[in-house]
T-cell receptor, first 112, second 115 residues
Framework: RKEVEQDPGPFNVPEGATVAFNCTYSNSASQSFFWYRQDCRKEPKLLMSVYSSGNEDGRFTAQLNRASQYISLLIRDSKLSDSATYLCVVNPVYSSASKIIFGSGTRLSIRP | NAGVTQTPKFQVLKTGQSMTLQCAQDMNHEYMSWYRQDPGMGLRLIHYSVGAGITDQGEVPNGYNVSRSTTEDFPLRLLSAAPSQTSVYFC??????????????FGAGTRLSVL
């Protein structure tokens, strides 16, 4: 089983729709979680951190479910500019000696 | 603010040639890493470092060497390039503590073609 798994998509939704996708992780000791956005042929950039209590940033909401070992990203009122690949990131343990694991990404395409 | 700087941006090599991809960061980050990304694929970790003098292997280390003699620099060496190493290479760095701990900052990438 991969350490971090994402549905590759693509998710193709109309502008204004709400879309959500999940990312599952295998190490129950994982401590920190993030969502990144990657535009075509560009470097990934941080979208938001994922906190235990959940967090919201405008149209974006991130949730963590430790019991089921997944994180989620919800995008409301989607815009054409939201079209990108969304990568989840999991840090296995809260230690400077651990490697940071990226999911393979979920492609999102917003259509007019 | 320079952040993470990768050079070169593009490179074409012939099979068997060697080269070094450069990565430098000016944020005094302890953690640095190299990823490769093939078309339509996610990021695969090649090597990482948690500080000067300390490196470790990621998922796909074969054919690549790294060293970390300073906090700022983390070069990736291709010993004998193969067509299978054609990819986009990203370098990233992060601090490991505090509010911004483990947030990865990426360079713009090096697009490598091996003929």
């Amino acid at each position: 089983r991969k350490e971090v798994e994402q549905d590759p998509g693509p998710f193709n939704v109309p502008e204004g729709a709400t879309v959500a996708f999940n990312c599952t992780y295998s190490n129950s000791a994982s401590q920190s979680f993030f969502w990144y956005r990657q535009d075509c042929r560009k470097e990934p950039k941080l979208l938001m951190s994922v906190y235990s209590s959940g967090n919201e940033d405008g149209r974006f909401t991130a949730q963590l479910n430790r019991a089921s070992q997944y994180i989620s990203l919800l995008i409301r009122d989607s815009k054409l500019s939201d079209s990108a690949t969304y990568l989840c990131v999991v840090n296995p343990v809260y230690s400077s000696a651990s490697k940071i694991i990226f999911g393979s990404g979920t492609r999102l395409s917003i259509r007019p | 603010n320079a952040g993470v700087t990768q050079t070169p941006k593009f490179q074409v090599l012939k099979t068997g040639q060697s080269m070094t991809l450069q990565c430098a960061q000016d944020m005094n980050h302890e953690y640095m890493s190299w990823y490769r990304q093939d078309p339509g694929m996610g990021l695969r970790l090649i090597h990482y470092s948690v500080g000067a003098g300390i490196t470790d292997q990621g998922e796909v280390p074969n054919g690549y060497n790294v060293s970390r003699s300073t906090t700022e620099d983390f070069p990736l060496r291709l010993l004998s390039a193969a067509p299978s190493q054609t990819s986009v290479y990203f370098c990233a760095s992060s601090t490991t503590s505090g509010r911004w701990g483990n947030i990865q900052y990426f360079g713009a990438g090096t697009r490598l073609s091996v003929l």
